[in-house]
């Protein structure tokens, strides 16, 4: 089975960071684009940040200064290293994975599959 496990959430004072992780198994990593996804309650998933099996980096605009992402092909995993969180980043964190050259990074429709999600909560 194709399985995606993201770890690395959880409580943060505002200004804080924190390191997600996502581990992909059934699947042959370096030829997969990878994405974070995040959803808030009562609000649609929003985009956050890809990364192409080239690893070419993409991010949406509100958190590109701040958020980081990467991957390591020879440990299946990728990271995603958040810093200067703000209330306004908690959600619920998605991995997911798609098939290189599958159209827009940042639609949540070209992606195949997805983890369980992480939460992550950023208190004032």
């Known amino acids: 089975q194709v399985q995606l496990v993201e770890s690395g959430g959880g409580m943060v004072q505002a200004g804080g960071s924190l390191t997600l992780s996502c581990a992909a198994s059934?699947?042959?990593?370096?030829?997969?684009?990878m994405g974070w996804f995040r959803q808030a309650p009562g609000k649609e998933r929003e985009f956050v940040a890809a990364?192409?099996?080239?690893?070419?980096?993409y991010s949406a605009a509100s958190v590109k200064v701040r958020f980081t992402i990467s991957r390591v092909n020879a440990k299946n995993t990728q990271y995603f290293q958040m810093n200067s969180l703000k209330p306004e980043d908690t959600a619920v964190y998605l991995c997911?994975?798609?098939?290189?050259?599958?159209?827009?990074?940042?639609?949540?429709?070209?992606?195949?599959?997805w983890g369980q999600g992480t939460q992550v909560t950023v208190s004032s």
């Open positions: 059934g699947i042959t990593f370096s030829n997969y684009d």
């Open positions: 997911a994975a798609r098939d290189r050259g599958s159209g827009d990074f940042n639609s949540a429709q070209t992606y195949e599959y």
């Open positions: 990364i192409s099996w080239r690893e070419m980096a």
